[in-house]
């Protein structure tokens, strides 16, 4: 299947790294027009400047930051086709017991792969209903289907209401031609928290989890990639409201 959108124009955030700047290379090589997103300001410049893309820092948790950031794309193209959601992340946390959880590492998570996706997403709303066709697709996570591997209450928490949020914005955006679909990653090494991950579990655990998967490796952000380009798609124009797991066959 060869999979083009020349002429749509597609939003990627988290596009720092990792998944998110699969997304961003994925969607440009597809022929779209790709602006990138991430809090953190000089990895996404780096990102922009290698994949000839426009980018721009910002802290999605904020509303008012998000909506601006919608309106900004908005006045360079004149569209805006698909939202491409990988901002998140564990934010630097490591599982413990449910006991020295903070207020402050709780609300965190909730923000970075939460709010960010819905603020985007409602900014995005009124346009995207105006124009009768879109895609949304969100980066939920295997934790958001089971229990986190990482062991962080509030990142599987919040995982999971991602997926909620996605099921419940297919119900609202359906009936005006934007599906709404999440893609959960299995294990990616995309970052030095996920390598951080896979060491802490030493060579016996890392060979339980790979015996975990029916494909005995682990996936690549390439793999996320893939799934995310074909949700956005015309030929997926009648899935939506799904969370697919992109996870080797996780058992």
Known sequence: MDIRLDGRVVLVTGAAQGIGRALAQAFR?????????????????AVGRDLGLPAKAGDLSDREVAHGL???????????????????????????????????????LFQANVDAAFWVAQAAAPHLRQAGWGRIVAIASGAGLRPSLTGIQAYAAAKHALVGVVRQLSWEFGPHGTTVNGVAPGLILTNPATHAQWEAYGEAGQARILDSLH?????????????????????????????????????
Request: negative net charge.
């Open 29 to 45: 090589d597809a022929g779209a027009r790709v602006h990138l997103t991430d809090l953190d300001a000089d990895g996404v410049a």
């Open 70 to 108: 919608v309106r900004d794309v908005l006045g360079q193209e004149g569209r805006l086709d698909i939202l491409a959601l990988a901002a998140g992340g564990v934010r630097g946390q490591v599982g413990g017991p449910i006991e020295a959880v903070t207020e402050a590492a709780w609300r965190a």
């Open 215 to 251: 494909t005995r490796r682990l996936g690549a952000p390439e793999d996320i990639a893939a799934a995310a380009l074909f949700l956005a798609s015309e030929q997926a124009g009648w899935i939506t409201g799904q969370i697919l797991a992109v996870d080797g066959g996780r058992l």
